[in-house]
């Protein structure tokens, strides 16, 4: 899915800035900037914009008057990521049902989050839009996740996942036909969140595996490929209730 949007910021290094995060992530299309919420409401009205990320404190029109004029337009309107330096606005922001809420200074890390919640949120709304194509994604298997490697955003495929291991703030990705796991600064909890229950689960405070990657299982461990994983003790119970369904 690609999410059009566009920026509005009256700083001028701040517009900037928001663009180039725009721009590296691939699943976020800039299709306009504008230097001034008056400028932006008129492009408004020529494009389809799915996407805002918007300033707050701005001369003439300010970002939260304009996200109380798109308000009115109801089901059609964009949605909002605020991106300002005063967090005394983060309740208007809600009341306004912004998506998200970045203080100034945010890192790419920090927008990638909050753009990630609109991928969600857009995600579910298109496959409540579209059941057959909900139903056709889901038969083609398009499901995977972005993640941060090294200095880039890579896509991996649920389905070539083996199983993950956590070392403190970082994570390995273990992939089918691939030699070298992946490296990415993340946690295991944070990662766990991101992927189906259904088809993924920790097994031991390190290991997150992939429940249809199983090759065999002990007493006390299971193995994929060559790898023997320990399930941990507090972890015992919820692959017990995952074993009974085959038993």
């Given at each position: 899915?690609?999410?059009?949007?566009?920026?509005?910021?009256?700083?001028?290094?701040a517009?900037?800035?928001?663009?180039?995060?725009?721009?590296?992530?691939?699943?976020?299309?800039?299709?306009?900037?504008?230097?001034?919420?008056?400028?932006?409401?008129?492009?408004l009205?020529?494009?389809?914009?799915?996407?805002?990320?918007?300033?707050?404190?701005?001369?003439?029109?300010?970002?939260?008057?304009?996200?109380?004029?798109?308000d009115?337009?109801?089901?059609?309107?964009?949605?909002?990521?605020?991106?300002?330096?005063?967090?005394?606005?983060?309740?208007?922001?809600y009341?306004?049902?912004?998506?998200?809420?970045?203080?100034?200074?945010?890192?790419?890390e920090?927008?990638?989050?909050?753009?990630?919640?609109?991928?969600?949120?857009?995600?579910?709304?298109n496959?409540?839009?579209?059941p057959?194509?909900?139903?056709?994604?889901?038969?083609?298997?398009?499901?995977?996740?972005?993640?941060?490697?090294?200095?880039?955003?890579?896509r991996?495929?649920?389905?070539?996942?083996?199983?993950i291991?956590?070392?403190?703030?970082?994570?390995?990705?273990?992939?089918?036909?691939?030699?070298?796991?992946?490296l990415?600064?993340?946690?295991?909890?944070?990662?766990?969140?991101?992927l189906?229950?259904?088809?993924?689960?920790?097994?031991?405070?390190?290991f997150?595996?992939?429940?249809?990657?199983?090759?065999?299982?002990?007493?006390?461990?299971?193995?994929?490929?060559?790898?023997?994983?320990?399930?941990?003790?507090?972890?015992?119970?919820?692959?017990?209730?995952?074993?009974?369904?085959?038993?």
């Open positions: 899915m690609i999410i059009n949007c566009i920026a509005i910021d009256d700083e001028p290094l517009l900037g800035l928001v663009c180039a995060f725009i721009e590296q992530t691939p699943f976020l299309k800039l299709i306009g900037r504008y230097s001034s919420a008056v400028e932006a409401l008129v492009g009205q020529d494009q389809k914009v799915d996407l805002i990320f918007l300033d707050i404190q701005m001369p003439n029109l300010n970002g939260m008057e304009l996200a109380r004029v798109l009115s337009r109801g089901a059609t309107k964009p949605r909002i990521i605020f991106t300002t330096a005063y967090n005394q606005f983060a309740i208007e922001g009341r306004v049902d912004a998506l998200d809420y970045l203080l100034k200074p945010f890192n790419y920090e927008f990638l989050h909050a753009s990630n919640k609109a991928l969600t949120y857009f995600e579910l709304v496959r409540s839009n579209n057959a194509t909900a139903a056709a994604e889901h038969a083609e298997e398009e499901e995977y996740l972005f993640l941060k490697i090294e200095y880039q955003l890579v991996i495929a649920l389905n070539e996942i083996l199983y291991e956590g070392l403190k703030d970082y994570v390995k990705i273990y992939l089918q036909d691939k030699e070298k796991p992946l990415s600064l993340t946690s295991l909890k944070a990662l766990e969140e991101k189906p229950s259904k088809r993924f689960m920790r097994v031991h405070r390190s997150i595996v992939s429940l249809n990657k199983i090759n065999s299982i002990t007493r006390n461990a299971l193995q994929i490929g060559k790898v023997n994983i320990t399930v941990g003790d507090q972890y015992k119970e919820a692959f017990g209730v995952f074993l009974s369904k085959w038993n």
